[in-house]
């Protein structure tokens, strides 16, 4: 949760200090993600956009999920847009 990110960060650092971990490149994948919008001709507004990273981010860290919401929240589109911008970066070699 959002306001548990402070107390998050203040632990890691008192048990890992003066370490900074590097932000995630997704430059790529994000030209991807965008392509994949057009593909499906949605809108790539800026919610839509992290709630498709921070599924990609659920993924790569659990062994499995559900992805749960309201009715046409988005969750079937954002899981295809990913799945696409997924295939698209493999099909580059990235």
């Known amino acids: ?28 994948m994000k ?3 965008l392509a994949s919008c057009v593909k499906f001709k949605l809108q790539a507004v800026p919610y839509f956009l992290d709630k498709i990273i921070q599924l990609y981010e659920m993924i790569v860290v659990r062994h499995g999920l559900m992805v749960v919401g309201e009715p046409f929240a988005g969750k079937t589109s954002a899981m295809n847009v990913l799945a696409s911008a ?7 070699g990235l």
């Open 1 to 28: 949760m959002s306001h548990d990110l402070p107390l998050f960060k203040n632990i890691t650092n008192d048990l890992f200090p003066g370490i900074v971990l590097p932000e995630p490149d997704y430059d790529d």
């Open 86 to 92: 997924l295939t698209m970066l493999k099909e580059k």
């Open 31 to 33: 030209s991807c993600i």
